[in-house]
Structures are given as structure tokens and as C-alpha cells.
């Protein structure tokens, strides 16, 4: 079963807000980030979304693979995707 962006970014902040409900969760104020992150229509980082994959795992009863690649349409590398090569300078602008 596939879903739409807006369907799992709702899914996913529905468990958030699970998951700021329990008293014993320490970073409830990074998880609210996410939350709001997601209610912009912005994406989770990789990292963002392994900090939160820990908890999944043990709620939903899925393995990371799986879950990985249900959230996948919500989820961007937080590496640079347009890096300027190296060899690129400004001197040419300055002749």
C-alpha cells in the first residue's frame, strides 16, 4: 500500500504527538521541532528521522528497513545536494 506525502507526514506527526505525551521521553522539545517541521510541509533529515526511528521500531514492531522505506518520501540526506566543485572560484568574475 502506498501512501502520499501528506498522508505519512500526518501518520508521523501523530506519533509524535504520542510520543511528547509520555512523561518519560527526555527530548519531547527535538521531537516537537520534527512536529513542526512536518506540519510546514518540510522534510525530516536522515538523522532527524533516525532519532526517531529508535522509537518506531520498538512501537510499531517493524524492522528500520521497512520503516525506512514506508518514510522514505518524507525523509532528505542532510548532505548538500548542489556542492559547488572545488575548481570553481571567483576570479573569473573579477577580471
Do not use: W
Not at 17 to 33: E, G, P
Not at 53 to 76: C, M, S, W, Y
Amino acid at each position: 500500500m502506498t501512501h502520499t506525502e501528506y498522508e505519512l507526514r500526518q501518520k508521523m506527526i501523530r506519533y509524535l504527538d504520542f510520543l511528547m505525551r509520555k512523561d518519560h521521553i527526555l527530548c519531547r522539545s527535538t521531537l516537537n521541532k520534527y512536529r513542526v517541521k512536518l506540519d510546514m510541509n518540510d522534510y525530516l533529515t536522515s538523522k532527524e528521522f533516525n532519532q526517531i526511528l529508535n522509537f518506531l521500531v520498538r512501537d510499531v514492531k517493524q524492522e528500520k528497513k521497512a520503516l525506512k522505506t514506508l518514510f522514505g518520501p518524507i525523509i532528505r540526506s542532510s548532505k548538500p545536494r548542489n556542492k559547488p566543485s572545488p575548481e570553481v572560484t571567483l576570479d573569473a568574475f573579477f577580471d
